[in-house]
Nanobody, 120 residues
């Protein structure tokens, strides 16, 4: 399973670090991703990282502000978010083994989500 944490309420311009701890899977076998879903909107990709951290990928919305990283020794993936804006408000989910199937994001494992609220 995947357990996300680190969400909360932050003012615009602030920072948060999300963590996602994995258990019950061979973490280092999986590419990991962060996704978010705002109320009334579809789930969207935020950032991804390959199994060994060698490559990272970002949505345009987070490029330059968000940094994804992982520690395979701790079975944990992180999302460092800075310069947060109200439009970043969403529930953030981590995922293992994600891919896009048609218009939908699918994954072998999804975390339960951690809520991020950015006030203006």
């Amino acid at each position: 399973q995947l357990q996300a944490s680190g969400g909360g309420l932050v003012q615009a311009g602030g920072s948060l670090r999300l963590s996602c701890a994995a258990s019950g899977l061979t973490f280092s076998n999986y590419g990991m991703g962060w996704f978010r879903q705002a109320p009334g909107k579809e789930r969207e990709f935020v950032a991804g990282i390959t199994w060994n951290g060698g490559n990272t990928y970002y949505a345009v919305s987070g490029k330059g502000r968000f940094t994804i990283s992982r520690d395979n020794a701790k079975n944990t993936v992180y999302l460092q978010m800075s310069s947060l804006q109200p439009e970043d408000t969403a529930v953030y989910h981590c995922a293992a083994g994600y891919s896009k199937l048609g218009s939908r994001w699918v994954a072998d494992y999804w975390g339960q989500g951690t809520k991020v609220t950015v006030s203006s």
